[in-house]
């Protein structure tokens, strides 16, 4: 365990002197990635690079994690050091007032919005409530309220969609905010974890609708092949299955751009535990893996970035598309599988007393949980 602490209390260190540092942070976020500086023996951010909002809150949200479970076994520091990380972030900074929503990233100017449904902005939103520091914190209703929420009906599953209908937009929050506890919320009436579940229902329904293999599925931007014997990749986007914000059909054509039809593994991993009513033989993300597991695991024993459904192997499974292992695409399924299993990272996650001021905003009958708690 002193391990454990001392590693997580030099990752959160390294974070706060970025945090500190104006040319390698902006208003407390930082860049969406660094590279080491062997010259300078320090982090930098690579030229080109936003400062992220979402992936400052999905780094903040494992550093909660972390900090919640070495306190709950006497190592308090981390959690000293990971509020003073969260102080800093200033989150009012990235709030456009007038308009009610969160700008996506900075790069010498902001752009982008998160104003259309998203998992990542429930995740945002929930941590920018929760600040430690209530003058750079935002009202977790004022973003809500202003996101688009479009519920639509896709064969009988009524959900919230997200602009693509791209898979891991549903998932990102439920990684950490275990949804089941918190029931629906006060502005929209939408229970988060039930949207989510249909949401992966109709991906499964789509992907057999349209020629997909049996048990395979999980449509989420990812990297692709360019075309089928090419070995140049792409980052494709615009992947998504059911309902879609995009309306228009030249939107949704990286679904099978160049006759490729990638499927995320990582996706459909992260799917796990929205079946736990089921035995695990018959849990579609199960299935999947089972399935497919001799193609997606690579010979370091990493997770590969897609497969292609529109080419079929001897073995009547679809081909790897991508090879490439990404980071994240890594850990998001392994936490997952790590909630199914033992609830860890939820439990720790929703332990944090920011976290439960938040959550009690907008979820009312959360206040029944942590009362019997």
Same mark, same amino acid.
């Given at each position: ?180 506890? &918190? +029931?629906? %919320? !006060? *502005? ?5 974890? =039930? @949207? ?6 109709? /991906? ?121 292992? &990404? +980071?994240? %695409? !890594? *850990? ?5 599988? =790590? @909630? ?6 939820? /439990? ?26």
């Amino acid at each position: 365990m002193e391990k454990a602490e001392e590693l997580a209390l030099e990752t959160v260190e390294t974070c706060i002197t970025l945090q500190q540092n104006p040319s390698q942070s902006y208003s407390g976020f930082l860049y969406h990635y660094y590279i080491y500086n062997d010259f300078t023996e320090s982090l930098e951010h690579k030229p080109g690079v936003e400062v992220s909002t979402i992936d400052t809150a999905l780094l903040l949200a494992g550093m909660i994690t972390i900090a919640e479970y070495l306190n709950s076994h006497g190592y308090p520091e981390v959690r000293n050091q990971v509020k003073k990380f969260y102080s800093q972030i200033n989150w009012r900074a990235f709030f456009d007032s007038n308009r009610g929503y969160f700008h996506m990233a900075w790069r010498g100017k902001f752009f982008g919005y998160w104003d259309f449904y998203t998992d990542e902005i429930l995740l945002i939103a929930i941590l920018a409530q929760g600040s430690p520091n209530s003058q750079y914190g935002v009202d977790i209703r004022d973003v809500l309220r202003n996101i688009q929420v479009k519920i639509g009906d896709y064969n009988g599953l009524r959900y919230v969609y997200s602009w693509y209908g791209s898979l891991f937009t549903y998932l990102f929050a439920h990684v950490f905010v275990d949804f089941r506890r &918190v +029931g629906k %919320d !006060i *502005i929209y009436n939408v229970d988060w974890w =039930e @949207n989510t579940r249909k949401a992966i229902l109709a /991906d499964i329904q789509y992907c057999k609708q349209n020629g997909y293999p049996e048990d395979i599925w999980g449509l989420s931007a990812c990297w692709s092949r360019i075309s089928p014997n090419s070995q140049q990749m792409e980052y494709r986007g615009r992947i998504g299955g059911g309902l879609s914000g995009a309306i228009d059909e030249w939107e949704r054509i990286d679904n099978d751009k160049n006759g490729i039809k990638p499927v995320a593994p990582h996706a459909v991993i992260g799917c796990l535990p929205f079946f736990e009513e089921l035995p695990l033989l018959h849990n579609p993300a199960f299935r999947f893996f089972v399935k497919v597991h001799k193609k997606i695991i690579d010979r370091s024993g990493l997770l590969i970035e897609s497969l292609d459904a529109g080419r079929i192997g001897e073995d009547g499974l679809p081909e790897v598309n991508s090879h490439w292992v &990404v +980071g994240m %695409d !890594i *850990i998001f399924p392994a936490l997952m599988i =790590e @909630n199914y299993f033992t609830n860890l990272v939820w /439990d720790n996650f929703m332990n944090n007393f920011y976290i439960q001021y938040s959550l009690l905003k907008v979820f009312p009958a959360y206040y029944t949980h942590i009362a019997k708690k």
